[in-house]
């Protein structure tokens, strides 16, 4: 597509149940990133896909994070038993090389909204 | 561990201003430091530098980094409305280029 597609865009979801955010980056786009974002701050990296190597898990906060990639196509990023400080935006984005420029093409993001 | 830190947090000015944001860091395996505009929820590329001491432009804005000093400013000149946003400073490290560190941001108001 022609930029960086995140759904679902808002996401309200009950304290302890699982929730899955789906990204699917710009075509030829070989790197993937999940970011989260808290109100107010910046953003922190989460995770890291390039082409069919192993991802790079450093920033995820918890166990209960997960992410897959099939590829370099679509993207999920996983919740389990969700928590309230769980709510936030979380923004994937795409680049042609991870060893590139760093420029990121960073999609709209789904907010997620914990009760 | 690696700090980005941004001032100031806020910001109002009034249309046709100068403002300059500001970004110092802290961290290993420097790359390269860039800067985003966040206006809603996607943020958007402004820069990427590299080098000490050369400033880049795009239209209003420059941006320079002092790779000595481990600061970099972000100028916009005469303001208008449509600069309102979130200003987002970032370093990408040698060992992936896009797993960036951000700061806080800054959040720009311009008042007509």
């Known amino acids: 597509g022609a930029g960086v597609s995140q759904s679902p865009s808002n996401k309200v979801t009950e304290k302890g149940k699982d929730v899955e955010l789906r990204c699917d980056p710009i075509?030829?786009?070989?790197?993937l990133y999940w970011y989260r974002q808290r109100l107010g701050q910046g953003l922190e990296f989460l995770i890291y896909?390039?082409?069919?190597?192993?991802?790079?898990k450093s920033g995820l906060p918890s166990d209960r994070f997960s992410a897959e990639r099939t590829g370099e196509s679509v993207s999920t990023l996983t919740i389990q038993r969700t928590q309230q400080e769980d709510s936030a935006v979380y923004l994937c984005?795409?680049?042609?090389?991870?060893?590139?420029?760093?420029?990121?093409?960073f999609g709209e993001g789904s907010r997620l909204t914990v009760l | 561990e690696d700090k980005v830190v941004q001032s100031p947090l806020s910001l109002v000015v009034h249309e046709g201003d100068t403002v300059t944001l500001n970004c110092s860091y802290e961290?290993?395996?420097?790359?390269?430091l860039l800067w985003y505009k966040q206006e809603k929820k996607a943020p958007t590329f402004l820069f990427m530098l590299?080098?000490?001491?050369i400033e880049k432009k795009s239209g209003r804005l420059s941006s320079i980094l002092d790779k000595k000093e481990l600061f970099s400013i972000l100028n916009i000149t005469a303001t208008q409305t449509g600069d309102s946003a979130v200003y987002l400073c970032?370093?990408?490290?040698?060992?992936?280029?896009?797993?960036?560190?951000f700061g806080d941001g800054t959040t720009l108001t311009v008042k007509p």
């Open positions: 970032a370093v990408a490290f040698n060992t992936n280029a896009g797993k960036s560190t």
């Open positions: 961290v290993t395996n420097f790359r390269s």
């Open positions: 075509s030829g786009h070989t790197a």
């Open positions: 590299t080098s000490s001491g």
């Open positions: 896909f390039q082409g069919n190597s192993a991802p790079d």
């Open positions: 984005a795409s680049s042609l090389l991870a060893g590139n420029t760093g420029e990121l093409f």
